[in-house]
């Protein structure tokens, strides 16, 4: 697209490929890479609505923003999107001159590193932004069925249909109704039978964008707190659609309120990282007075985390510059009165999430091995260590995808 922005690499100097230009030849390379977001993202919502709004450049903060924020959700935390994408990398890079495929390399690793920041890899930005504008294009305006569900919430409103018929007609509508039912909702919280219509359409269809108005509803004291409280089931059981979102929100810090609802989802769904957001939103309020009794609310959030390491983050938080001193006592009353929750049953399938963290950056460091081996030419000790933590994670997307570049070339 002409208007997509593009960050500015380096420009030629001499005869050599600069490493602007070797970016360049990648993305191009790689063009077209799908990168799976779904029509409902946020990101996309996002990107629309700075493009409406002549914003959607990477000389604005909040656009750049949007676009790290889409990039660890959508590469960054998906490891089989990110093994792909390596892998058509790795292909690329037989057929482009040597300073490019030195460029390709660098990113390579990057991707198969999963403790690396790809919001710093060029060519995964490159790609990824120029993607969303596609995809962005690719997708239709007002769906069809919104129009009809306008004249139904009209009609309900006016006496012509019973409120049940209404809330039946909205989910079996599905997606098309999402987007009038968040307006009656949002734009009329303090009429409860709106309220209440909505909720029970919201909750049923399960979309993203129902995920975000619940996550909207419960992050603004805008329902009746029998509602909040039926909102916020609703939004759990809807879990993680919500997710993306509410994680660009915290980041950036765009809230005016502490959304206390949210980071309580964050600590009862066991998201590793919820401690962490809890201190950064500790650390960039604490020295305003008006948030210091949420910020008292928030420290007690932390006694409910599982985090195994919790106590020692909250040691280490205390004794760096970076936290305001209304902090200080906040985090030493929750060491003083701290005691680690009970481990909690898990279901059958499913795994301690930050035992799961560990386990797959350990299969991890041993997978940058193999492909060190790999890349160097030591072809059988590459396939003897890819076998060996295929036998211990077996579908691991990074050792599936190289051994069968491994296997191909043989």
């Not at 889409?70 to 058509?88: D, K, P, S």
């Amino acid at each position: 697209m002409n208007n997509m922005p593009i960050p500015k690499g380096q420009k030629k100097q001499g005869g050599e490929i600069s490493v602007g230009e070797s970016v360049d030849i990648l993305s191009e390379a790689i063009a077209g890479f799908d990168f799976l977001v779904d029509a409902d993202d946020f990101i996309l919502y996002e990107l629309n609505r700075m493009i409406d709004e002549e914003r959607a450049s990477f000389e604005d903060e909040e656009f750049r923003i949007l676009i790290d924020e889409g990039i660890r959700e959508h590469v960054e935390e998906n490891l089989q999107l990110r093994a792909c994408l390596a892998g058509e990398l790795r292909v690329a890079a037989l057929g482009v001159d040597p300073a490019t495929r030195s460029v390709a390399q660098r990113v390579i690793r990057a991707l198969e590193n999963t403790l690396y920041d790809l919001r710093n890899a060029g060519v995964v930005v490159r790609t990824y932004t120029a993607y969303l504008f596609e995809r962005l294009q690719s997708l239709s305006g007002t769906g069809s069925g919104e129009t009809e569900a306008r004249a139904m919430i009209e009609s309900w409103k006016t006496g012509g249909i019973p409120a049940g018929k209404l809330i039946a007609d909205l989910q079996k509508t599905g997606r098309p109704a999402l987007g009038p039912i968040a307006e009656l909702l949002t734009q009329s919280p303090e009429d409860r039978a709106s309220a209440e219509t909505a909720l029970a359409v919201l909750s049923h269809i399960r979309s993203s964008i129902s995920a975000r108005v619940l996550a909207y509803a419960v992050s603004e004291p805008m329902l009746d707190e029998d509602l909040e409280a039926r909102a916020y089931t609703a939004l759990r059981s809807l879990w993680p659609m919500a997710r993306g979102y509410m994680l660009h929100s915290l980041h950036s810090h765009a809230h005016e309120d502490l959304p206390f609802r949210w980071l309580q989802l964050l600590v009862e769904v066991d998201e590793t990282t919820s401690s962490d957001l809890i201190y950064e939103e500790m650390r960039v309020h604490g020295k305003t007075p008006n948030y210091q009794e949420d910020l008292w609310a928030l420290a007690g959030l932390l006694a409910h985390s599982r985090d195994p390491d919790i106590e020692e983050k909250v040691l280490g938080w205390i004794n760096v510059p970076q936290t305001p001193e209304p902090v200080i006592p906040m985090l030493q009353e929750f060491l003083k009165d701290y005691r680690r929750p009970d481990p909690v049953p898990l279901k059958p399938g499913n795994t301690d999430p930050w035992i799961q963290r560990v386990h797959l950056q350990e299969i991890n460091t041993q997978y940058i091995a193999a492909s060190r081996l790999y890349d160097a030419g030591h072809i059988e000790g590459a396939q003897l260590a890819l076998d060996k933590i295929l036998a211990e994670e077996p579908g691991y997307p990074f050792a599936v995808m190289l051994s069968a570049m491994l296997k191909s070339s043989q």
